[in-house]
């Protein structure tokens, strides 16, 4: 057991720095989304925006696109935001594959010499990520809400953060998803970046897949197999999506995903 809390205190303190400068980042865009959100309303931005969209767009795109052009679709917007979400997802994969890095600069021949339980180096791994996750998450819904209090009414602001810590709680699951994506590829490999660049291709085409047939039905059954299928921000702004349904199809994902790497690294031959 001491063994196992040395080796998490290591990957603390390997990843600190990064994981705390991007706490602060991710609280700052926050605050800027608020802000931008307080600008546009303040101008009628958001009335004009939507006059301007081709009846053609409102037929394709439904709804989504009026949310997203209202004030409480501006704040939202830093949790589903792509640039946001891959960097999320980049950091997820980069704790997932620390395993496969050990495994490549020899690292775990050290580590394993003593008295360790081998289970020890994924669920390490898994702890490591979760709080990583939840401090981004608190970050993130902590810069929201200084913004919201900073810019508008207080009444307001409740109303506009009543939907974030939904939004944030399914970010976070689908963020353990890929991580238990990623743990499982980096519990066969033997190259971080073998690890690294499939599972981060992995969830590339997913997300592109997951877009495309929101407009293309065709491939509407194959999204179902994307995790980013089951993070519907835009529906869960508006009301419409299952969020208890979504993150538990995200959750069972996960829990898989971690219990083939734990299987898959219990029998590798290091």
């Known amino acids: 057991m001491k063994g196992g809390w040395a080796l998490l205190q290591h990957s603390i303190r390997r990843t600190r720095t990064v994981i705390l400068a991007m706490g602060g980042l991710l609280a700052a865009f926050q605050i800027l989304f608020a802000l931008a959100a307080e600008s546009f309303q303040d101008f009628d931005t958001f009335d004009r925006l939507t006059n301007l969209i081709p009846d053609v767009v409102r037929q394709l795109l439904g709804p989504s696109i009026v949310t997203i052009l209202s004030f409480r679709g501006i704040v939202c917007l830093g949790y589903f935001h792509v640039a946001i979400v891959a960097v999320l997802v980049g950091m997820v994969l980069a704790i997932a ?9 020899r690292f775990l021949d050290l580590v394993l010499a003593h008295p360790l339980a081998r289970h020890w180096v994924i669920t390490r791994s898994i702890l490591l990520m979760a709080g990583a996750i939840g401090f981004a998450m608190a970050a993130m819904l902590l810069g929201t809400w200084a913004g919201l209090r900073w810019l508008v009414s207080a009444e307001t602001a409740r109303e506009t ?43 590339m085409a997913s997300y592109v897949i997951d877009v495309i047939s929101q ?19 835009l529906n869960l702004i508006v009301g419409t999506a299952d969020a208890q349904r979504d993150m538990l199809v995200l959750a069972c994902t996960a829990a898989a995903g971690f219990l083939v790497a734990y299987l898959l690294f219990s029998r590798r031959n290091l």
């Open 97 to 105: 594959t620390e395993p496969a890095a050990e495994i490549e600069n």
């Open 161 to 203: 953060f009543r939907i974030i810590p939904t939004l944030s709680l399914n970010l976070a699951v689908l963020l353990l998803c890929w991580g238990a994506i990623g743990l499982a590829l980096a519990a066969m490999a033997r190259r971080r970046s073998v690890a690294g660049v499939i599972s981060g291709l992995t969830a």
């Open 215 to 233: 407009v293309w039905r065709p491939l509407r059954p194959v999204a179902k197999f994307s995790p980013f299928h089951y993070y519907n921000s």
